[in-house]
């Protein structure tokens, strides 16, 4: 009796033992490459969605993978990797008793991965996920599609605001509303650092601003201008435009030797327009009374264009008060006067400075002549009557 009751504890033993062995499935399934042809050697990650656990495995030279041993009834993710780049992965694989080999063709995948792709894009644009696409994602790969998207929204209302606040400068300037264009200037410089073109706007509407002050007022404008200009260099140091906007305030500040060394990067940068670019600033010297400065201003546009015909002009007209009255009232004028007011004509017979040009020579004493004829213009040829 006692020998079967013993015999009964132990099967009863065994009975339990075996009941309390867990469930155990496998997952496998073969990789192809774009080729058609088996992957060797990829990457497969198996990882349970419900309770935490990773099964890794690789593929063998025939391409096919598989791992035995993961727990039945599990949800899990398999996911392939290449050079440590997920190239693919399959959401969702339940683990049961008829399980279905978990393959991989990389030539459909690059496909879907394409138009996934093309979701992933419009989803940042709009801002929304498909349910469709939200359920293909993985937990990780959604809260990284959310952070796009909330980071895409955050841009696109920066954008806006840089936007609308730049067009407001663009009016107020438009108005001359200085302070109102500084303002909305500064706010988009604030949005957006980096932008060269709002530093530029902002160091013309602080000169603009200056030209309306006196004393510390002035000196603090435009030297803000001055900031402003150098900003914008820094970002785009390559633009003649900004070197030489850059001068007329150094100009405008009495920092000559800076302004000459601006101007000059602005020339060799645009050969082509460097005479404008002294021209302009002759402009300006002439309207601040530096008559000396604005002489050899418009004296180096001469040089750089020679057939700038505004320019000699110009450079006639700071020589004119250079000139000598006798006791007789006789003007004498300093070297260079006439030709210059001659050369004007000479380039610009009709041109808006002709007839102030005659004048001054005749002031001058210097005989005028009563047509002058465009070097450029083609040479009429007479023919005599026999």
Same mark, same amino acid.
């Given at each position: 009796? +006692?020998?079967?009751?013993?015999?009964?504890?132990?099967?009863?033993?065994?009975?339990?033992?075996?009941?309390?062995?867990?469930? =155990?499935?496998?997952?496998?399934?073969?990789?192809?490459?774009?080729?058609? #042809?088996?992957?060797?050697?990829?990457?497969?990650?198996?990882?349970?969605?419900?309770?935490?656990?990773?099964?890794? *495995?690789?593929?063998?030279?025939?391409?096919?993978?598989?791992?035995?041993?993961?727990?039945?009834?599990?949800?899990?993710?398999?996911?392939?990797? =290449?050079?440590? #780049?997920?190239?693919?992965?399959?959401?969702?694989?339940?683990?049961?008793?008829?399980? +279905? /080999?978990?393959?991989?063709?990389?030539?459909?995948?690059?496909?879907?991965?394409?138009?996934?792709?093309?979701?992933?894009?419009? @989803?940042?644009?709009?801002?929304?996920?498909? $349910?469709?696409?939200?359920?293909?994602?993985? /937990?990780?790969?959604?809260?990284?599609?959310?952070?796009? =998207?909330?980071? $895409?929204?955050?841009?696109?209302? #920066?954008?806006?605001?840089?936007?609308?606040?730049?067009?407001?400068?663009?009016?107020? +300037?438009?108005?001359?509303?200085?302070?109102?264009?500084?303002?909305?200037?500064?706010?988009?410089?604030?949005?957006? /650092? *980096?932008?060269?073109?709002?530093?530029?706007?902002?160091?013309?509407?602080?000169?603009?601003?200056?030209?309306?002050?006196?004393?510390?007022?002035?000196?603090?404008?435009?030297? $803000?201008?001055?900031?402003?200009? @150098?900003?914008? =260099?820094?970002?785009?140091?390559?633009?003649?435009?900004?070197?030489?906007?850059? @001068?007329?305030?150094?100009? #405008?500040?009495?920092?000559?030797?800076?302004?000459?060394?601006?101007? +000059?990067?602005?020339?060799?940068?645009?050969?082509?327009?460097?005479?404008?670019?002294?021209?302009?600033?002759?402009?300006?010297?002439?309207?601040?009374?530096?008559?000396?400065?604005?002489?050899?201003?418009?004296?180096?546009?001469?040089?750089?264009?020679?057939?700038? @015909?505004?320019?000699?002009?110009?450079?006639?007209?700071?020589?004119?008060?250079?000139?000598?009255?006798?006791?007789?009232?006789?003007?004498?004028?300093?070297?260079?006067?006439?030709?210059?007011?001659?050369?004007?004509?000479?380039?610009?017979?009709?041109?808006?400075?002709?007839?102030?040009?005659?004048?001054?020579? *005749? *002031?001058?004493?210097?005989?005028?002549?009563?047509?002058?004829?465009?070097?450029?213009?083609?040479?009429?040829?007479?023919?005599?009557? $026999?």
């Amino acid at each position: 009796m +006692k020998v079967r009751n013993l015999a009964m504890f132990a099967a009863g033993m065994v009975f339990l033992a075996f009941t309390s062995l867990a469930q =155990i499935a496998t997952i496998e399934g073969n990789v192809k490459g774009v080729d058609g #042809k088996p992957v060797q050697g990829v990457v497969v990650k198996i990882t349970r969605t419900d309770i935490k656990g990773e099964y890794p *495995t690789k593929t063998d030279k025939k391409g096919h993978y598989i791992y035995m041993g993961v727990p039945f009834g599990g949800t899990f993710n398999v996911a392939i990797f =290449i050079d440590g #780049k997920q190239v693919d992965v399959v959401n969702g694989v339940r683990t049961t008793g008829d399980m +279905k /080999p978990v393959d991989f063709d990389l030539k459909a995948s690059q496909k879907d991965n394409t138009a996934k792709n093309a979701e992933f894009q419009k @989803a940042i644009e709009t801002g929304q996920m498909s $349910k469709e696409l939200e359920r293909s994602l993985t /937990p990780e790969q959604k809260a990284q599609m959310e952070k796009e =998207i909330k980071d $895409k929204s955050e841009k696109l209302k #920066k954008r806006n605001e840089l936007n609308d606040s730049f067009n407001a400068g663009m009016a107020a +300037k438009e108005a001359k509303q200085w302070d109102q264009a500084v303002a909305a200037f500064t706010k988009s410089s604030e949005l957006d /650092p *980096t932008q060269q073109a709002v530093w530029a706007q902002l160091g013309e509407s602080y000169t603009r601003l200056a030209e309306t002050k006196t004393g510390p007022e002035f000196d603090t404008n435009i030297q $803000k201008a001055l900031d402003a200009y @150098a900003k914008a =260099i820094e970002l785009k140091p390559e633009d003649p435009a900004s070197h030489n906007n850059y @001068a007329l305030a150094l100009a #405008k500040a009495k920092k000559f030797p800076e302004m000459q060394a601006e101007l +000059k990067k602005a020339a060799d940068l645009d050969p082509g327009n460097g005479g404008k670019y002294y021209y302009n600033l002759g402009a300006l010297l002439v309207n601040s009374n530096q008559a000396e400065a604005a002489g050899e201003a418009f004296k180096k546009a001469i040089e750089l264009t020679p057939t700038y @015909a505004d320019a000699y002009y110009q450079y006639g007209v700071t020589l004119v008060g250079k000139a000598q009255i006798g006791s007789d009232g006789k003007v004498t004028p300093v070297p260079g006067t006439v030709e210059a007011f001659q050369k004007y004509l000479e380039l610009q017979p009709n041109g808006p400075f002709a007839q102030s040009s005659k004048e001054m020579l *005749t *002031t001058l004493g210097s005989s005028v002549q009563t047509q002058f004829q465009n070097p450029n213009a083609k040479k009429s040829t007479t023919t005599k009557k $026999k």
